[in-house]
């Protein structure tokens, strides 16, 4: 099967940029350095083509009451505008997919989901929608989104009158806004932990924006600087720490589970359950851990293994998430990690790694 | 993409080059493989006085994305290794052919011989 490609597939090109696979799109994974471009986001700006990413639309009167039956989080509490993160259970707890939901009207709602996903996604939501009025609309095709991130995200966008003083975009939230003659959704969301904005836009605008970022000093960053970034903060990664084997409660994600809510899919699974798993943060002054391997504990035994694991530029150390087994959990919080023939003590962390700077 | 081949080293097809001082052959990865790899941060060498067969994996070279082992071209013992990268990995990015690896004592000349020519590994480059 060939490769899909994003709309701005030939200015990455046009840029030199390392090429890959990913979730069946021909995807940029650096243009630079990841290096450089994680640096720029952290310090300055950077701009990711994150189009191969899902657009569902929920429209009706009960689009609001649907998205909050789907999901594990509470949507129908959160505020107008804003945007809500939540993984997306089935009735055994297992997590089928991580999304954001944006509450765009009373009703209209944007679910944006991961690439991998899209099919699973929207086979398992468009079974869901029985006695809810609504119409599901998936838009993935239509939409090109930009991720537009770092501390200097909101002067550039302002500059190139992608938003406005007037718009009052706060963090977590979003809008449908009218800008040059066209309709996009502007949401103050990303996955780097730095202030940032993404926009979804008609292909067309998509490649004016991508352009105008670049003249304005956005430096282009592929999935490479963006998988770094966001093991820095430590958000999770569908696929890695979470997948259709495990709950939300193994990864941690308990605060996105709200059991008070009156009915919800999964919600008898995971009301009141406790997780088999435990996510750790773990990292290395010498040594890059990294997905597969395994976590042990003092006395060498395997209690888990690594999810995900880089470099971090930021830190210039091997940092790390991993899922180690909850009944085997250390009491002296104390691990190891083996690469090839060592086992490695690592350092345990109860924070991120990196505090990214988002408002 | 062109890639610096200097003329007086002999390569492998794994993206090692080799260079002989007498029966001491200086062992470190190539300009294409430092550029494929992108941003080098980790190197894991191995000890003084380690015997090597040709083709065993005697390192690691990490970017932020991946793993890589070293596979030795040629069969001896190490007899040096240049420590300096491990604090530095760095450097093979940016002096790929000043940022030897291991020096390896050999007892026959016939495996260097053997190595492929600067001309025969743009070639095999080119085809990648």
């Known amino acids: 099967m060939s490769l899909l490609k994003t709309s701005l597939h030939q200015y990455h090109l046009e840029l030199g940029a390392k090429m890959a696979a990913f979730a069946g799109f021909d995807m940029p994974l650096q243009y630079s350095s990841v290096k450089e471009e994680s640096l720029a986001v952290r310090s300055s700006l950077g701009v990711f083509d994150v189009s191969h990413m899902g657009e569902f639309f929920v429209t009706g009167p009960d689009a609001i009451s649907f998205v909050d039956y789907i999901i594990t989080n509470d949507f129908a509490g959160a505020g107008m505008e804003k945007a809500v993160y939540s993984p997306l259970c089935r009735e055994n707890g297992t997590v089928i997919d991580d999304l954001i939901a944006y509450k765009l009207s009373n009703e209209k709602v944007l679910i944006c989901v991961n690439a991998s996903n899209i099919e699973k996604d929207w086979n398992w939501i468009s079974s869901k929608t029985e006695g809810f009025n609504i119409q599901l609309e998936n838009k993935s095709n239509d939409y090109s989104l930009l991720a537009v991130q770092g501390p200097k995200s909101e002067e550039v966008l302002k500059a190139i009158e992608v938003i406005s003083d007037s718009d009052e975009l706060v963090y977590y939230s979003a809008k449908e806004l009218t800008k040059m003659g066209e309709k996009i959704i502007v949401a103050r969301t990303g996955y780097t932990g730095e202030d940032g904005f993404e926009v979804f836009t008609s292909h067309k605008m998509a490649s004016t924006l991508w352009s105008k970022l670049l003249e304005n000093g956005a430096t282009p960053c592929g999935l490479a600087s963006r998988d770094v970034l966001r093991l820095e903060v430590c958000y999770p990664l569908y696929g890695h720490e979470l997948n259709d084997e495990l709950t939300p409660l193994d990864a941690s994600l308990k605060w996105t589970v709200k059991t008070a809510k009156e009915k919800f899919i999964g919600k008898e699974a995971l009301d009141g359950a406790t997780s088999s798993k435990r996510l750790v943060k773990l990292s290395l002054e010498k040594g890059i851990p990294r997905e597969g391997y395994n976590i042990l504990n003092m006395n060498d035994e395997v209690i888990g293994v690594i999810t995900s694991g880089t470099m971090s530029v930021e830190l210039s150390k091997g940092i790390s998430l991993g899922l180690v087994d909850r009944d085997k959990f250390p009491a002296d919080k104390k691990f190891k990690i083996n690469i090839r023939k060592n086992n490695i003590e690592a350092t345990y962390h109860t924070k991120a790694f990196v505090t990214g700077g988002h408002k | ?128």
């Open chain 2, 1 to 128: 993409m062109s890639h610096n081949i200097p003329k007086e080293l002999k390569y492998t097809t794994d993206h090692e080059w080799a260079q002989k001082e007498g029966d001491i052959i200086s062992v470190g990865i190539t300009d294409f493989a430092q550029s494929s790899l992108g941003d080098i941060v980790f190197v894991e060498l191995p000890e003084v006085g380690d015997d090597l067969s040709k083709e065993d994996s005697f390192g690691v070279v990490e970017s932020i994305k991946s793993v890589s082992d070293l596979y030795s071209p040629l069969t001896g013992e190490i007899v040096e290794v240049n420590s300096e990268l491990v604090d530095s990995p760095e450097s093979c990015n940016e002096s790929p052919y000043g940022s030897w690896m291991i020096k390896i004592k050999v007892s026959s000349e016939d495996e260097y011989n053997a190595l492929m020519t600067p001309e025969a590994y743009q070639e095999h480059c080119e085809s990648l």
